[in-house]
């Protein structure tokens, strides 16, 4: 039994928002990390979604390469957390907002 | 010899650039040699560039030295080439011989003052500007002298800029005489226009032949030039600026404001007496303002108390007496005026400088008195001066070169009995004025003492020029005097004779009588008035006609009312200006974008993904729906 393409795009674009609601509203920021994570993968659900309602394997070699990308912004973003402690001694998102107009 | 023309022009400004730029590192000594050195020097040369001009070169033929093509755009091309006549040549004489003598002078009067090097510095600019001028070959070259000149002495007035009065006094030299150059730069486009070349040789012949006498392009180009003339010439009613400019140091009045600069009027119209002749009516002009200035200047020169405000006064009226000769084409009279007027009234300067500085800076003749024995050397010199200011007849300089003028203003064809009078009239102020300020500063008793003895580097200067103030003026006698013409046959190479109409020996006799009981009354009455009379320290200004005369009949008051009040009051009433606040409410508009924008800047990284995330929602309906 196939599941319809609608029920995997829309479960695809829930987490997309769910991801998004978490980067806007938690100001830790490995919580925004994780949401970004959330987001990476409702992105890349969608793509297996549209590539097997169509039958090819485009959608998953999109999926890889979001995945190699994901683990490449993980490990810079954990390097930018480290170095946010380190000089504010807090996760807060919004203390660092030194860079305002 | 005149091959090495330019090295005289290119002295002084060499002098000029090294004390400009290493000044501050020399000592005192050194900027003195070099300073000084340049204009003696460029003196030197000009002696033997004149024995070469007069030994090889009887018939006078103008020598033209061109050195480089300065501009050439579509035929306009003026070039750096001096052009050395009868004419430039005596002022030439005059620039670098009184020049290198008031030099020399200059580095004792100056030798404490701050700013040694920066005053020869201004000063050899001075000279170099000054020579431009009168050598220049064309209106250009010309011009940029004569805008040189004025910014020197800009310079020179505000020298000791610490007092804001003397900044105030250069402002209005370098304003007052403005509004004469424009006139005068105007006048020159017109000659361009209508010649399409700017050299002067060029124009002058050609314009007999292409503008009609008494046509109105004529008239209204010699009536624009005069505007410059009189600017720079102190006349009136543009002569407000040099009784100011007199808070210069004392050698900078004697070089610029008495015997050089000033005179360039008389130079320009001198020069450009072709176009004056096509238009009768400027040149009547031209006498009239002479005649007026020398009654308005010399009636102020008579109640000044300070001695170089006399001296200023009596300036403005001898060069009344230059445009007097000028506008009845007696143009080697108003040469040989302006020559002799340089010696004495230069030598007049210096010598009032001597007792100015020996007092402790003071101006006040009534605060003087009985210097003849203390100061010698000065008193005599200073005597030969007055002498020959006042044209006490026979053995003075002043006399001859004097006389002519007056002779002339009634003899020549464009003479009149009026002008006549006028001089006599003149004449008798001018011997009051003189004698008065000879007897309130070295006669009586003694108001001040001396507090040191000038040098020779101060002495020798008023030697020179007392020994010029009277031999000078045997180079040319009357008809019926010895008729010696060694100075108007040389100025007529270059241009034209004189026209007489009266004539006879009697009537020149009678005038010549006239004019000498004329200034011998007014040495008289000087006498009866002010010799060994017990003055008050200042003699008060009582009445309102003493208090007009001594205001210089209130032309200031005049022009601060009808010029400088208005302007004052506009300027303060728009002081926000009215079109400038549309450019400034677009600039606060700009500003409050700004404000706006930067906002929303605000560092939260939260904020900048929330935007991200509407922009792209927008951009996702745009894209779908539209």
Redesign the interface.
């Known amino acids: 039994m196939t599941i319809p393409m609608e029920y995997g795009l829309l479960l695809a674009a829930i987490l997309f928002c769910i991801g998004?609601a978490g980067?806007?509203?938690r100001?830790d920021v490995i919580f925004?990390l994780m949401s970004v994570e959330v987001m990476l993968n409702a992105a890349g659900l969608a793509f297996i979604v549209g590539g097997a309602a169509r039958g090819s394997a485009d959608g998953q070699v999109m999926f890889i390469f979001i995945l190699a990308m994901a683990a490449a912004e993980v490990s810079v973003g954990l390097a930018l957390i480290i170095q946010l402690y380190q000089k504010f001694k807090t996760l807060d998102?919004?203390s660092?907002?030194?860079?305002?107009? | 010899m005149s091959e090495l023309l330019w090295l005289i022009v290119a002295l002084p400004f060499a002098g000029s650039l090294v004390l400009a730029l290493a000044g501050k590192s020399l000592p005192r000594l050194a900027a003195a040699m070099i300073g000084v050195g340049s204009v003696t020097l460029s003196a030197i040369l000009m002696l033997f560039v004149c024995l070469d001009f007069l030994h090889a070169n009887p018939a006078g033929t103008p020598v033209h030295q061109m050195l480089w093509q300065w501009i050439n755009v579509s035929g306009f091309s003026p070039a750096i080439a001096f052009h050395l006549d009868s004419v430039s040549l005596t002022f030439v004489f005059v620039i670098t011989f009184i020049g290198a003598l008031i030099h020399l002078y200059s580095a004792a009067f100056m030798w404490k003052e701050d700013g040694f090097a920066r005053f020869f510095s201004y000063m050899n600019l001075f000279i170099g500007f000054m020579l431009l001028l009168v050598l220049a070959d064309n209106f250009l070259l010309l011009y940029m002298g004569w805008e040189g000149v004025g910014l020197c002495s800009y310079l020179l007035i505000g020298f000791w800029y610490k007092d804001p009065g003397n900044g105030y006094a250069a402002r209005k030299a370098f304003t007052v005489t403005r509004v004469g150059d424009t006139a005068m730069v105007i006048g020159l486009f017109i000659l361009f226009t209508n010649y399409h070349t700017l050299n002067i040789q060029d124009i002058l012949q050609a314009a007999p032949h292409t503008w009609a006498p008494g046509s109105t392009i004529a008239i209204i180009t010699a009536y624009l030039l005069l505007g410059g003339a009189i600017g720079k010439s102190a006349q009136v009613p543009l002569q407000t600026w040099l009784p100011d400019a007199m808070a210069a140091p004392s050698p900078v009045s004697a070089l610029i404001h008495a015997a050089t600069m000033v005179t360039a009027g008389v130079y320009l119209i001198a020069r450009t007496h072709v176009l004056f002749e096509l238009a009768p009516i400027v040149q009547t002009t031209v006498a009239i303002i002479g005649a007026v200035t020398l009654i308005v200047a010399g009636m102020s020169a008579l109640y000044q108390h300070d001695i170089k405000k006399v001296l200023a006064y009596s300036t403005i009226s001898q060069i009344g007496y230059m445009f007097v000769a000028l506008g009845v084409g007696a143009w080697s009279a108003a040469l040989f005026h302006f020559m002799i007027h340089a010696f004495f009234k230069s030598l007049l300067f210096l010598g009032a400088g001597s007792v100015i500085a020996v007092l402790n800076n003071e101006h006040n003749m009534f605060k003087m008195g009985g210097l003849w024995k203390k100061m010698p050397v000065v008193f005599w010199t200073f005597l030969i001066g007055a002498c020959a200011l006042s044209a006490l007849p026979l053995i003075t300089a002043g006399f001859y070169s004097k006389d002519e003028i007056i002779w002339q203003a009634y003899a020549s064809d464009k003479g009149s009995i009026v002008l006549w009078l006028t001089g006599l009239a003149g004449a008798f102020i001018t011997a009051l004025y003189t004698f008065r300020m000879v007897f309130l500063t070295f006669f009586g008793n003694a108001k001040a003492e001396p507090t040191y003895r000038p040098g020779v580097a101060m002495t020798l200067p008023l030697v020179v020029l007392a020994f010029l103030s009277f031999a000078g003026g045997f180079i040319q006698l009357p008809d019926n005097m010895g008729h010696v013409t060694l100075f108007s046959q040389f100025i007529q190479h270059t241009l034209p004779t004189t026209v007489t109409t009266a004539s006879g020996h009697a009537a020149e006799w009678i005038a010549q009588v006239i004019a000498a009981i004329v200034s011998i009354a007014g040495l008289a009455l000087a006498y009866r008035i002010y010799y060994n009379k017990p003055f008050p320290a200042a003699e008060p200004v009582r009445n309102p006609i003493q208090r007009f005369f001594f205001q210089g009949w209130d032309f200031d008051l005049v022009y601060d009312k009808v010029i400088v009040q208005p302007i004052v009051f506009f300027s303060r009433i728009d002081k926000n200006d009215i079109i400038d606040q549309f450019y400034t409410g677009l600039a606060s508009i700009a500003g409050l974008f700004n404000k706006g924008l930067a906002a929303t800047q605000n560092g939260k990284l939260r904020w900048y993904a929330m935007a991200l995330g509407i922009g792209a929602v927008i951009t996702l309906t745009i894209l779908l729906y539209a």
């Not at chain 1, 660092?96 to 107009?101: D, H, P, T, Y």
């Open positions: 998004l980067v806007l509203v100001r925004m998102a919004d660092a907002s030194q860079l305002n107009g």
